[in-house]
């Protein structure tokens, strides 16, 4: 079993860059695709990003491709999400979660563990 603690949001403003820290709990989590998600109010969550389980591979969402960067530290059980040129459109509840699909950018339903999330409300 993994637990996830998301942590580094707060009220950033626009233009300027942040970065979140996903920290990981427990057994097995170098076997886990990482996808990382937001959910703004009233919209439904949606995936930002991912890394794969040796940190090799990454996937972005169209929406932050360009201007994000994930990195993974298996030994330190961490995965760091940053995103630079912060808009308003990027506030939103961010949670990490673990995938044990194969795929990298599995479906929603098949993360298995989630974190509680962090809020970033970016302002203008």
């Known amino acids: 079993q993994v637990q996830l603690v998301e942590s580094g949001g707060g009220l950033v403003q626009a233009g300027t860059s942040m970065r979140l820290s996903c920290s990981a709990s427990?057994?097995?989590?170098?076997?886990?695709?990482i996808g990382w998600f937001r959910q703004a109010q009233g919209k439904e969550r949606e995936r930002v990003g991912a890394?794969?389980?040796?940190?090799?591979?990454?996937w972005y969402a169209d929406s932050v491709e360009g201007r994000s960067i994930i990195e993974r530290d298996n030994a330190k059980k961490l995965v760091y999400l940053q995103l630079n040129s912060l808009t308003t459109d990027d506030t939103g509840v961010y949670y990490c979660?673990?995938?044990?699909?194969?795929?990298?950018?599995?479906?929603?339903?098949?993360?298995?563990?989630w974190g509680q999330g962090t809020q970033v409300t970016v302002s203008s």
């Open positions: 427990g057994a097995g989590f170098s076997t886990y695709h």
């Open positions: 979660a673990a995938a044990l699909s194969p795929s990298l950018v599995p479906h929603m339903s098949e993360y298995k563990y």
């Open positions: 890394v794969s389980r040796s940190g090799g591979s990454t």
